[in-house]
């Protein structure tokens, strides 16, 4: 008999020891693989075996019927007749509908307006921007004096030159009258006097207008220059209410998204809980089968073990040559002393 590399001793025996679980703790081992071996291939689908007191060998020995009302399947339709596709679809987690979706929360009402109203108030203050342009645009034109004192004219100018004209046509009346009187009419004095009335009148009538025109200009600087101080206020407050607009709405904005967030986080976390919870109840079974199945794996297991022993027989020669070497140690013995 071959043993190793060499021969094996005379006279030796082997013994193999099968060690088993007890029958009820085998029985249930086996019933466990059995169950998970159903749930991998049918996940929580209705599949129940043909006949479940079958042993293998006979016809409906792990043959599975569908026994499930959802009209996916006729009833009583073998699992070894679906497409590959179909069993691969049974033994999902999910069933037939799959493990369910991750889903994302939408965007909130409250963020969608503001969406809206952040598109709408684009460019929003661009009329405030545009009324402060042309604003300061008036309010750095240039006086015009050929033509900005005329609406302030004396507008009782005629009627006041008139009565000067008037005073003066008296006087060169009274003049002449006097003139006559004295014989001295159409003499040379006569004519210095009607000569320095005419120059008189002149300068009057010159000094009433030149009066009259100075102060319409000097009124209508003012009003130009209090007209033009207008149009710059206008400019900056069209410039600041254009701001306050866009900024304000920024800020109306900002409040919508940020209850809008809140919302949308709210709704986000139910449908994470929701996801979880369907993988939780998806998975449970298979939990159970690992919970009882790490019990099992506490207990025993099956193994095999394989022992050696060797009893071999009296040999002479061996008997001879160990008597050989007692003697001669007693011999050496007795010759040392």
């Known amino acids: 008999m071959s043993f190793g590399g060499g021969d094996s001793p005379q006279n030796t025996t082997f013994q193999t020891q099968y060690t088993r679980d007890a029958p009820q703790i085998e029985a249930a081992k086996l019933n466990l693989m059995k169950t998970a071996q159903d749930y991998t291939r049918f996940g929580m689908n209705p599949w129940e075996a043909v006949d479940a007191d079958a042993k293998p ?6 043959k599975y019927e569908y026994t499930g009302t959802d009209g996916r399947y006729a009833t009583g339709t073998l699992f070894q007749d679906l497409t590959r596709e179909q069993r691969a679809r049974e033994g999902q987690a999910g069933g037939a509908e799959g493990i369910p ?10 963020q969608t307006r503001a969406f809206q109203l952040a598109d709408k108030g684009i460019g929003t203050y661009q009329p405030y921007l545009d009324a402060a342009s042309q604003f300061t645009l008036q309010a750095t034109q240039a006086y015009d004096p050929s033509e900005a004192y005329k609406p302030y004219m004396n507008p009782y100018q005629n009627e006041v030159i008139g009565a000067i004209e008037q005073q003066f046509d008296k006087a060169q009346n009274l003049q002449n009258q006097q003139a006559t009187q004295a014989g001295a009419f159409g003499g040379a004095r006569q004519g210095i006097q009607s000569a320095e009335l005419t120059g008189q ?10 009066q009259n025109y100075g102060q319409a200009q000097q009124q209508a600087q003012a009003q130009f220059a209090s007209q033009m101080g207008r149009y710059g206020e206008a400019a900056k407050m069209a410039a600041g209410l254009g701001g306050q607009a866009q900024q304000q709405q920024l800020g109306d904005i900002a409040s919508l998204m940020s209850a809008g967030s809140v919302q949308q986080q709210n709704q986000q ?8 919870q369907q993988l939780q109840q998806l998975y449970e079974p298979y939990q159970r089968l690992g919970f009882t199945s790490d019990i099992y794996q506490g207990m025993p297991s099956s193994a095999m073990a394989i022992s050696m022993g060797t009893s071999p027989g009296a040999n002479p020669l061996a008997q001879t040559v160990g008597a050989g070497i007692t003697g001669l140690a007693g011999y050496q013995a007795i010759k040392g002393n």
Do not use: K, S
């Open 201 to 210: 009148r002149a300068q009057t009538v010159g000094t009433a207008q030149a």
């Open 57 to 62: 060998g006979d016809d409906d020995y792990g």
């Open 269 to 276: 976390q139910q449908l994470d809980a929701q996801y979880q």
């Open 101 to 110: 979706a991750q889903q994302v929360a939408g965007f909130d009402p409250m």
